[in-house]
């Protein structure tokens, strides 16, 4: 891994923007990176919506390297963007997750067709779900999708806490 006293030396990075920029570099040998200073380092897209960008020929994720300028190390686990905004790298959206408290802040499926998160339609009714650690547990079958929906997201609230996406 890069160190993170190499991307100090090499990178601006706005707290407040989430930007991280190139820095100039006149004590450098041949004016280190005198081109691109300034300009935006991580401004290309991912195909999964994050940004990203090389350095020496390596890609790094622009969430993943704003966590370590900021905070001095890097994440042991996950970083979750707590607005659900992949591009948006303001050290306020960003925080250390394990992969089951990101899972936590997924915003509902593409493909959910009830209109709310964790909840599904089977010849019952109205069946509300959630995961907690990859295990799926069965919060009951209900007359209406809302009625569903507010078991799902009192069960998230509990389940998940700080992590819980309410707004489905």
Do not use: C
């Not at 601006?12 to 691109?36: E, I």
């Not at 919060?139 to 806490?161: C, N, R």
Request: proline content about 4%; cysteine-free.
């Amino acid at each position: 891994m890069i160190s993170i006293e190499y991307l100090r030396e090499r990178l601006v990075y706005n707290p407040v923007t989430g930007r991280l920029m190139w820095r100039y570099h006149d004590a450098m040998p041949k004016k280190w990176n005198a081109r691109w200073a300034e300009n935006e380092a991580f401004a290309t897209k991912h195909n999964e919506g994050y940004r990203q960008g090389k350095i020496d020929g390596t890609t790094y994720l622009a969430h993943r390297v704003a966590f370590a300028v900021y905070y001095g190390h890097w994440p042991v686990d996950m970083i979750d963007h707590i607005n659900g905004d992949k591009a948006d790298n303001r050290i306020a959206n960003l925080r250390e997750a394990t992969n089951s408290e990101n899972q936590s802040n997924r915003p509902k499926p593409k493909n959910n067709t009830s209109g709310f998160k964790g909840v599904t339609r089977n010849s019952s009714g109205w069946v509300a779900q959630i995961k907690l650690n990859s295990k799926l547990h069965y919060l009951g079958t209900f007359k209406s999708p809302e009625q569903a929906s507010k078991v799902y997201i009192d069960a998230a609230a509990k389940m998940h806490g700080d992590f819980a996406r309410l707004d489905v």
